[in-house]
């Protein structure tokens, strides 16, 4: 299947606020268009906090049919050495999943990661969601048996 990955660019603000619709719905989280537009356009406009990824369907038409994204958001961590990534949010439309495209955005955020001095790429999954565990083990995530906690502030 011909699809390309690249990095996404104001203009595709609402184009990235359809996916995140598709996935919040998919993972079960409540969507509040007006904040993620705002926390997007932040990203999009400031390449210091992160990097967002844009696979698109390259058969679709000149310009290519959004079909995922993945989100880096860079931090830093004495743990790690230094300068880290989380990857906040990556999906791929069902229609699309099993045909490696999600493998290709992977390994593209690795790329960017590595290009951005990142020492560690760390991610969240669900419990409950066993075939992307298994996925991002393959990929060479490994548990460090914690628990993710979040306080809002």
């Known amino acids: 299947m011909p699809y390309r990955i690249r990095m996404a660019r104001a203009g595709d603000l609402d184009a990235l606020l359809a ?18 537009r705002n926390a997007m356009r932040r990203l999009l406009e400031n390449r210091r906090l992160g990097s967002v990824l844009l696979a698109l369907d390259a058969r679709s038409n000149n310009n290519g049919k ?3 994204y993945l ?6 961590s004495l743990e790690f050495g230094g300068r880290d990534a989380f990857i906040d949010e ?12 999600g493998k290709a955005v992977l390994e593209h955020a690795q790329k960017v990661a590595k290009k951005q001095r990142v020492n560690a790429l760390h991610l969240e999954v669900t419990k409950h969601n066993s075939a992307v565990i298994g996925f ?6 490994v548990d460090h ?3 993710l906690m979040t306080r809002r502030t």
């Open 19 to 36: 996916l995140m619709e598709k996935y919040y719905d998919y993972d079960r989280h409540d969507f509040d268009r007006k904040k993620a």
């Open 66 to 68: 959004p079909i995922g």
């Open 71 to 76: 989100v880096l958001a860079f931090g830093y």
């Open 90 to 101: 990556f999906f791929i439309m069902e229609e699309y999943r099993g045909k490696g495209i």
């Open 136 to 141: 991002y083990r393959r990929a060479g995530f």
């Open 145 to 147: 048996d914690r628990y």
